[in-house]
């Protein structure tokens, strides 16, 4: 989760706690309660004697508490302590998210968010992009989101918030972010390490279980160097040039699949060969896949490619099909 999604919801947090605050104030029940013990003391002190109001200090008066209903998520792993290190900008951040300047006529959120739509996007290392769309008054909403031809569909959470790490296939990288409304927003962002990685992905609409496969530098199937879905490796292995890695992306109805591969890795005679596999399942089986390809190789331009197949009838569900020669093999450029 990137520092810009921690901030907004630490935010929230904030304004609804301030909220439940303000609501005890002005409803009175501090007064009230105030009012109540004092007409206690009094009671008190015209019936029992100054032993019995010695007692009175033990008295067990019940606390009010009022908490924000709002969870940040905690680390799967233990912290280490340079991480718990806060960044500077950090409290100055959290007072520009909370101070968006507001008027009489402006909508709020139930939590007193302004129902401004905003969507930012940051530069991850290997060239993979944080995007973050913050729509306090549009919880659980559906919301499109393109960029050089990748097409997603996603949804906010209760919050309105959503967030996800795209590989990018250009630099700048645009994204375009709409709701079903029509209301749309955008995001540009520079990566400038865009030019040291191949990047391949495949995309679709529908539960159609399609499979990229990297074999990098002649790995066979469940080897070590076989890059898919049961074995994606990581970004870690791309920064520190070792091997590629896959991102999967499952959102809504839209799936996709991006393998990344730092160019440095590619030696004189080797290659990475890549394949997509459509296995049939009960829930493919005789249905039409309409899925594309996006191929870029250092920062060049992106190839868009369309395609359309059926998959095998319902009685071969178990086998798989293999779609061939429809991507190149990931080879050293000659120069």
Do not use: K
């Amino acid at each position: 989760m990137t520092l810009n999604t921690i901030v907004i919801r630490v935010s929230a947090a904030i304004i609804l706690l301030t909220g439940c605050l303000l609501y005890i104030a002005q409803s009175g029940i501090l007064q009230r309660l105030g009012g109540a013990n004092a007409a206690t003391d009094t009671a008190l002190e015209e019936t029992h004697s100054s032993s019995s109001r010695a007692s009175l200090n033990g008295l067990m008066i019940p606390e009010i508490a009022q908490t924000a209903d709002v969870r940040l998520p905690s680390a799967a792993v233990p912290v280490s302590p340079e991480a718990m290190v806060v960044p500077a900008s950090f409290t100055r951040e959290i007072i520009e998210v909370a101070d968006i300047p507001m008027t009489e006529t402006t909508p709020l959120s139930d939590l007193g968010l302004p129902c401004t739509i905003s969507v930012s996007a940051a530069a991850m290392p290997a060239a993979v992009v944080a995007l973050d769309v913050m729509a306090p008054c549009r919880g659980n909403t559906e919301v499109s989101i393109r960029h050089s031809g990748l097409s997603l569909t996603a949804e906010t959470d209760a919050l309105g918030l959503l967030t996800l790490d795209i590989p990018a296939f250009e630099t700048p990288a645009f994204f375009e972010v709409g709701f079903a409304d029509g209301t749309e927003e955008t995001a540009l962002v520079d990566l400038p390490d865009l030019g040291g990685f191949d990047r391949i992905g495949l995309a679709w609409i529908g539960n159609m279980d399609l499979e990229l496969h990297a074999m990098e530098f002649g790995a066979r199937f469940g080897e070590e160097g076989h890059v898919w879905q049961a074995a994606p490796s990581h970004a870690d292995a791309a920064i520190a040039g070792t091997g590629g890695f896959l991102t999967i992306l499952n959102a809504g109805d839209s799936f996709a699949q991006i393998y990344t591969l730092p160019r440095a890795t590619l030696r004189e005679g080797e290659s990475v060969r890549l394949s997509i596999d459509a296995p049939v399942t009960p829930a493919n089986c005789t249905q039409t896949v309409l899925a594309r390809t996006l191929r870029a190789e250092g920062a060049g331009p992106v190839d868009v490619t369309e395609l359309s197949f059926r998959v095998p009838p319902c009685d071969a569900v178990g086998d798989v099909l293999v779609l061939q020669n429809l991507l190149d093999d990931l080879r050293l450029a000659s120069n």
